[in-house]
């Protein structure tokens, strides 16, 4: 989910677990979803992207799911391993006027236990 | 990893300073961006290019303005670095609709 003040959600699992972090957007114009990771000190890492004429994409070991009804992006990650540590966030093109501009969301900080 | 490079990485300043940051590609993407990341905030844009010496405005431009004189060089310069500007800067290259690779940022604190 997004973040409220400065604190990130966060989400807690044990390695080997599937993890799923979820994402609200907010412009139903969204043509174009991406998902980054962050890991500390580090620049966002693209994960994987979906257009709005899908319902669900696969990666290696990671799935994303859009819902246009509700305007709710998840991504989920299987089998989660400790590398797997890092802040996840979600990015729309359709809210800043034009669709080769992102909006990026405040990110998940996902920690897996090992 | 896109070929993306930025310079400095770490950089201390005083209040009033120019600051000028580099972003250098190897991709020959059309497109290049600045953002910032700060606690609480995401990552904003700042300014982006869409090609040789044509740029625009982001959501956070105050105080920041660009340069693109090549394809593969996006310069980001703070006239006069206040410590509301201390962050960490990031710059992303694109091709256009589609996926943005970012460089390893540049960590500014303005004293």
């Known amino acids: 989910g997004e973040s409220v003040g400065l604190h990130l959600p966060t989400l807690s699992v044990q390695e080997g677990d599937n993890s799923i972090i979820n994402c609200a957007y907010s412009?139903?114009?969204?043509?174009?979803f991406i998902w980054y990771k962050q890991e500390s000190g580090k620049g966002p890492q693209f994960i994987i992207d979906i257009r709005s004429n899908m319902d669900k994409r696969q990666g290696q070991r990671v799935t994303v799911l859009l819902n246009k009804t509700v305007k709710h992006l998840s991504l989920q990650i299987a089998a989660t391993q400790p590398g797997d540590s890092a802040v996840y966030f979600c990015a729309e093109n359709g809210s800043g006027g034009s669709n080769y501009k992102l909006t990026f969301g405040k990110g998940t900080l996902l920690t897996v236990n090992p | 990893d896109a070929g993306i490079t930025q310079s400095p990485r770490h950089k201390v300043t005083e209040t009033g300073t120019p600051v000028t940051l580099r972003c250098h590609q190897t991709e020959n993407h059309r497109y290049m961006y600045w953002y910032r990341q700060d606690p609480g905030h995401g990552l904003r844009l700042i300014h982006y290019?869409?090609?040789?010496?044509?740029?625009d405005k982001g959501e956070v431009s105050d105080g920041y303005s660009v340069s693109r004189s090549k394809t593969e060089d996006f310069l980001l310069t703070l006239e006069s670095a206040t410590s509301s500007q201390t962050s960490v800067y990031f710059c992303?290259?694109?091709?256009?609709?589609?996926?943005?690779?970012f460089g390893p940022g540049t960590r500014l604190t303005v004293l």
């Open positions: 412009n139903s114009a969204s043509d174009y």
């Open positions: 290019s869409y090609g040789v010496k044509d740029t």
């Open positions: 992303a290259i694109s091709e256009g609709a589609a996926r943005q690779y």
